[in-house]
């Protein structure tokens, strides 16, 4: 533990060498997305792959159907194995013209008095993210010559195109991928100076919905008032989704969800999120989240719907008098406690179903599927990593749930019986998958500083 | 009187001229709304210039800011003076893949046993149509040397554009297009033995609604179920478009829909037209329409409101999870008798912006307006019209409402006081606008004859 000191002290002294180093792996235009790029994808996993081997891991590039997954590992026979995930691809870059540089050419600048970042693509998301991690370890093994406890780093390459490949390699691999937790960096803080461990991920369905009325697109004037609309079917669907308190009507869609504690709504009450602060940023004022729920229950800890997407008929520039044969929408929800994502997903397919006019039909494509995951807040990993955090940041660690859904952690949780970790420096203004990503020099310099404090608690 | 006969006779005799001079006319692609075409574009407008021309008539090509109008006078002292109307554009060819043959390459064939059609781009609208009525004159012309009554043919190049250009052109030579009442022949038969005169026609109002929720995209795991979602507005808002009895609840809609007479409805239930047979034509089996009222009257003489074309979000493949900044609709509605354009695209503004929560504003982009039309079915013209076409096909001539839209009666009428005669020879399975675009012998054969005949009632 003595040694702690002189490892945060190296942390401190590096900076400019760990930004150096990030700056290199943030050159490489690793975007997954795009197969015009797939030689500097596999560029970005080799270059991880050999700092970790210099790191003194056992380090492969693991092929899978698509990208390569970046796979080395420490065993520490005896000490706690712990299994560490990220991403090294990124997100494509359009609108190019709305970056301020290269996104490709990363820049360190003050972006406002006190407050220096670097903005690239990928510079939080995830690669700043990952670097923290490996910086951490190599200033304690500069320091004391090995690592507190035995680690698994996999770190893939389609995170940004939906991780088609992961599952099954965590399957094909378990024997190989087994440890006592996992980590994930790839989350955010609550606020500048406050760390954040998530406790729950909602889940997902995503659903596409498709309506076919007459056998071609008609002629308003010949046959409106009389042939069915398939748009107008449509929309009085997705109207009757939510009611007017913002509750979902399908039926048993709230099965499995649990009211939070007396304890939860305390320390939700406590962080004051209010809608000035949430939603002004964005331009909006009013939360249309369900009524009688705090702001931050609406967005972390309640199943919601969204129409993603929605379209039909004519579309282009000026008029045309069309009754189109077809229309559709993109409808997620997003789940929370036990909410079973194949009881939804039918119970969503009925709930249009049975609302079809005799001439319309409905045909659907599912494009995922997954249940909320919930973290053992009390667990020993995650009551030593927020004593961690706590003595870094200064003392309010915030445990709360986060209303994304990042599914490696079920992955993690149903193939190899794993609790996860989430523990991640990203600020709601880093602007990830849009121009201009950054990320503060605090939190990548911050960030290195916690993973180190993390390490050694994990291995008491 | 005595002429008609011999120029019967010699419209029988000059069939396949006829469809020779139709099918040259029919080669030069005219397809106004593509600049790539303009050139030939203006050599249909001179073909027709000039084959008026050789009749006898004063003809022009008059510029406009678009495609000039073909414009041809031959003044009768003392007789009636008539407005024909027509257009020599036609629409789009695309998607190619679905013609038998090339759209601009005319091949005459039996289409099922006995009944024989030109397929071509245009063979019925409108290039078809208008030469029925050149025929007649050129049949009319060879055996009396003269036309009965006095003509103006104004055939434009811009209606499959939306007849920009024609409102204005009118306006600016009223005094050149003085006539005692106007000809349309661009409409379609009751059935292919029934010939039809358009009493009413629809009018309509066109509207693209826009709107706008939040500064940008969000990201629905960050802020689903609490950020508005301009899609869940927009389908709210156009689902209550419609009440259950397939009315339209915008307020003072209906103001100035006149119910049908006894006699209408009289005569609508002796068409008889069945849902099996309209509907069936297309896949469906159900008219969704006005409760209580018979299809006929709903898809002719009720108004309506149709959403023409919706999109909002991610539209592409597989899934993204964004909540939209902005969905958008285009909405049109079919007016009859007395109603207001100006005061309905007011009140659905009204009924959209009332329905608006704080966060989500609206923009609206009109795209056309034009009052239903009625033509006065007692006028001396309409009954010699009438007459003529029974003697032609044998009897029957049905008098009833079209749920389109032709804009240029309501401008003859507003400014030139012209009440107009709309006759057209087209069927319902004609695939205007669509891919093999045909127009049966027997229309253009006795759509001709028709013409011959009533050209001369009308000069007595």
């Not at 035995?150 to 389609?158: D, N, P």
Request: charged content about 25%.
């Amino acid at each position: 533990m003595s040694q702690l000191p002189a490892i945060l002290s190296r942390l401190d002294a590096d900076l400019d060498t760990s930004l150096a180093r990030l700056s290199s792996w943030l050159e490489i235009p690793s975007i997954g997305t795009d197969p015009a790029f797939d030689t500097d994808t596999r560029r970005a996993a080799e270059w991880l792959r050999s700092d970790l081997e210099g790191l003194g891991f056992k380090a492969e590039l693991r092929e899978t159907g698509g990208h390569p997954v970046v796979l080395a590992h420490r065993p520490k026979p005896g000490a706690p194995h712990a299994l560490f995930y990220g991403h090294y691809d990124v997100q494509p870059v359009d609108p190019l013209d709305l970056w301020a540089n290269d996104p490709f050419k990363p820049v360190v600048k003050e972006i406002e008095p006190g407050r220096k970042a670097i903005l690239a693509r990928g510079a939080c998301d995830d690669k700043g993210q990952v670097m923290t991690f490996v910086e951490a370890m190599r200033a304690t093994l500069a320091e004391t010559g090995d690592l507190p406890i035995g680690l698994t780093i996999l770190v893939e390459g389609e995170e940004e195109s939906g991780s088609v490949n992961l599952p099954g390699f965590i399957k094909a691999n378990a024997a190989e991928l087994k440890a006592d937790f996992a980590m994930v960096c790839d989350t955010g803080m609550w606020d500048r100076v406050t760390p954040l461990i998530t406790s729950t991920l909602r889940g997902m369905v995503y659903q596409e919905v498709r309506l076919t009325a007459a056998d071609r697109d008609l002629h308003s004037g010949l046959f409106g008032g009389a042939a069915a609309n398939p748009i107008h079917v449509l929309t009085k669907i997705i109207a009757e989704i939510h009611d007017e308190a913002g509750r979902i009507t399908i039926p048993a869609f709230y099965d499995g969800v649990h009211e939070p504690t007396n304890a939860q709504k305390a320390e939700w009450a406590d962080l004051n999120l209010t809608e000035k602060e949430f939603l002004g940023q964005v331009g909006l004022k009013h939360s249309v989240g369900e009524r009688g729920r705090m702001l931050i229950e609406q967005i972390q800890s309640r199943p919601t719907c969204d129409v993603n997407g929605i379209w039909g008929g004519y579309t282009g520039e000026g008029s045309k008098t069309v009754i189109a044969a077809k229309a559709s929408a993109k409808v997620s929800f997003r789940l929370v406690g036990d909410q079973d994502p194949a009881k939804i997903a039918a119970a969503f397919h009925q709930f249009v179903r049975e609302r079809l006019p005799e001439d319309v039909t409905a045909e659907f494509i599912g494009h995922a599927g997954s249940p909320a995951l919930a973290v053992p807040v009390d667990s020993p990993v995650l009551q030593k990593a927020r004593k961690a955090l706590a003595e870094e940041w200064g003392g309010r660690v915030v445990s709360i749930g986060s209303g994304g859904s990042i599914p490696v952690g079920g992955d993690f949780k149903r193939t190899l019986g794993l609790d996860t970790l989430f523990v991640g420096f990203g600020l709601d203004d880093d602007r990830v998958h849009s121009p201009n990503e950054k990320y503060d020099l605090s939190s990548f310099h911050k960030g290195q500083r916690s993973w180190a404090r993390i390490l050694r608690a994990l291995a008491s």
